[in-house]
């Protein structure tokens, strides 16, 4: 299983800013990552804080494909562009 730290970086007025490192026995990989209000309020509700969703969604993106293949950068919502079914089972992971 992979080891996912999400450190915060930045708190707008609409979104966050997390670093990810993502690591996978001796293979690590980083990313840049924004999480919009929307998306935050529709996988959780306000029930967790922002990190742990942002934590959720990158479980959720490996259980379907390696690190390797996940941008380096990206803003949470374009995982509903692959995966259109994100918006009804990441919840679950929360």
């Given at each position: 299983?992979?080891?996912?730290?999400?450190?915060s970086?930045?708190e707008?007025?609409?979104?966050?800013?997390?670093?990810?490192?993502?690591?996978?026995?001796?293979?690590?990989?980083?990313?840049?990552?924004?999480?919009?209000?929307?998306?935050?309020?529709?996988?959780?509700?306000?029930?967790v804080?922002?990190?742990?969703?942002?934590?959720?969604?990158?479980?959720?993106?490996?259980?379907?494909?390696?690190?390797?293949?996940?941008?380096?950068?990206?803003?949470?919502?374009?995982?509903?562009?692959?995966?259109?079914?994100?918006?009804?089972?990441?919840?679950?992971?929360?």
């Amino acid at each position: 299983m992979a080891d996912i730290d999400v450190q915060s970086e930045t708190e707008g007025a609409n979104n966050w800013s997390y670093q990810v490192r993502v690591t996978e026995g001796d293979d690590g990989h980083d990313y840049r990552v924004t999480l919009s209000w929307s998306d935050y309020d529709l996988w959780s509700r306000g029930r967790v804080a922002p990190q742990r969703v942002v934590q959720a969604a990158f479980r959720y993106l490996l259980e379907r494909e390696p690190a390797s293949s996940i941008l380096s950068k990206f803003d949470c919502s374009i995982i509903r562009r692959y995966f259109p079914e994100v918006d009804r089972e990441l919840p679950g992971l929360l």
